[in-house]
């Protein structure tokens, strides 16, 4: 079975641009997050979709940042206009929905994106 | 003051030698434990969860606190392969009755021949 897929590998591009991050989590998983590890830091979260629905988005930096599932599918994070300290590895992470009484399911995460802003 | 606390390290070790990794949460609300593993520009993979009675898995062995809100991972003769940096990692509680994954900032291990 394929797991999480991540869109580009790696991105590289001038403080003003816009980039549009991509993931696939695995199939028949509801549950979709994102989360960011920029250099010397911790790995933080972002946000939480439940199929096409933000469930959790306090971990937004700020409102260049824009993420959306449509479908409940695959989830697209947008960053508008790229300033030089959002550089740092974008991870997606999936899991199903945790059954009835079980508090927590794993979480599979996906290679990353290398965002680089110069 | 930091979620969850982790010694970056390096820890550098011979085969075979024995290393515990420490970490603390500060979030009462957290309601399962784990460690990550997480190799060179890789993403980080569930290494094993983390239960008050304590688990073990093969060479590794974790430990929860919950009164003193400490976690421990034992590795045991440890192997070249075994170079990563270990996540301590915190599932807190929210309000939506959701959860959120917490990360340490993970503890770099170096084994050497």
């Known amino acids: 079975e394929a797991g999480v897929t991540q869109f580009p590998s790696h991105s590289v591009i001038e403080k003003g641009q816009t980039v549009t991050l991509r993931c696939d989590p695995i199939?028949?998983?509801?549950?979709l997050y994102w989360y960011r590890r920029v250099m010397g830091k911790e790995i933080k979260f972002l946000l939480h979709?439940?199929?096409?629905?933000?469930?959790?988005e306090s971990g937004m930096p700020n409102n260049r940042f824009l993420a959306e599932r449509t479908g409940g599918t695959y989830s697209t994070l947008k960053v508008q206009p790229a300033e030089l300290e959002d550089s740092g590895v974008y991870f997606c992470?999936?899991?199903?929905?945790?059954?009835?009484?079980?508090?927590?399911?794993?979480?599979?995460f996906g290679p990353g994106t290398r965002l680089t802003v110069l | 003051r930091k979620e969850v606390e982790q010694d970056p390290g390096p820890f550098n070790v011979p085969e075979g030698a024995t290393v515990a990794f420490n970490c603390t949460y500060s979030?009462?609300?957290?309601?399962?434990f784990f460690w990550y593993r997480q190799d060179c520009r890789k993403e980080p993979k569930l290494l094993m969860s983390?239960?008050?009675s304590g688990n073990e898995d093969g060479r590794f062995t974790a430990q929860l606190n919950r009164a003193s809100q400490y976690i421990s991972l034992l590795i045991r003769d440890s192997k070249l392969s075994d170079s990563a940096t270990y996540l301590c990692?915190?599932?807190?509680?929210?309000?939506?009755?959701?959860?959120?994954?917490?990360f340490g900032t993970g503890t770099r291990l170096l084994v050497s021949p």
């Open positions: 983390v239960y008050s």
């Open positions: 979709f439940v199929k096409e629905s933000k469930q959790d």
């Open positions: 990692v915190v599932n807190i509680a929210m309000n939506t009755g959701f959860q959120k994954l917490v």
């Open positions: 992470a999936s899991s199903q929905e945790a059954p009835r009484g079980v508090s927590y399911n794993e979480q599979f």
């Open positions: 199939s028949g998983h509801d549950n």
């Open positions: 979030n009462s609300a957290s309601q399962s």
